[in-house]
């Protein structure tokens, strides 16, 4: 009886096996590179994403109560913004989020929020340091954040 040799058995990794490690590293690496996202940047869009949807609720009670309302940043440190035109009890914030951040209005002293419902073009810059971020509105369409490439 003749005995066949077994096959030896093969030593390493299969590439099945390399591929899945390497699957697993890189999304290891991107969720590590989303956690170390500026906290400045994330803080800035926040306040950007909050102020607009301020403006805009500004903006519908001044055409409800047929009022005109305007919009400015104080220029004290960490004072925030003033809505003139409202009530002082409406419930709408008068603070920044974060104390750091600083609101200009630009080619005017105030930003004009009705209550005609065509407003014109204004556009507000927020910086939180050396960050920056742009809200603008054409007159129509509500207040949104403009893209870097976007801005004059």
Known sequence: MRHTPKRARARGFT????????MIIGIAVGMATLALRDADANRLEEEGARLAALFEG????????????????KREIGNGFTFTGLPPDSGIPTHWLDERTRGEIIGAPVLRLGPEPVIGAQRVVLRIEDRQLVLATDGLGPFVVVAPEEQP
Do not use: F, I, N
Not at 60 to 73: C, D
């Open 58 to 73: 500004a903006r519908a009670r001044a055409r409800a109560e047929g009022t005109e309302v305007l919009w400015q940043p």
């Open 15 to 22: 590439l099945l096996e390399l591929l899945v490690v390497v």
